[in-house]
């Protein structure tokens, strides 16, 4: 089984409170999630995102690139990121 995508959509510009503007992660987020080894964990992590893009609000492009790229690598999709769509 391939592993959950970073949710980077690679746009990486830290303009809205040190969030990236394409994921909302911040970069100490960015950094926990390349240490994340297992789909578990990495599942848990885009939960957690999503829920803090409903919070910060202007994140509704993410969704659709995000689950663009699960499709292209064949990763079935986090629930929290399909319940989004």
Do not use: E
């Amino acid at each position: 089984m391939s592993k959950t995508p970073s949710p980077c959509i690679d746009v990486c510009k830290f303009k809205r409170q040190g969030h990236c503007i394409g994921c909302s992660m911040t970069k100490p987020q960015k950094s926990l999630f390349k240490k994340l080894k297992t789909n578990k964990h990495r599942d848990a992590f885009v939960a957690m995102l999503v829920a803090q893009q409903k919070n910060l609000g202007r994140y509704s492009h993410w969704t659709p690139v995000y689950l663009r790229k699960c499709l292209k690598k064949k990763v079935k999709p986090v629930p929290a990121v399909r319940k989004a769509a």
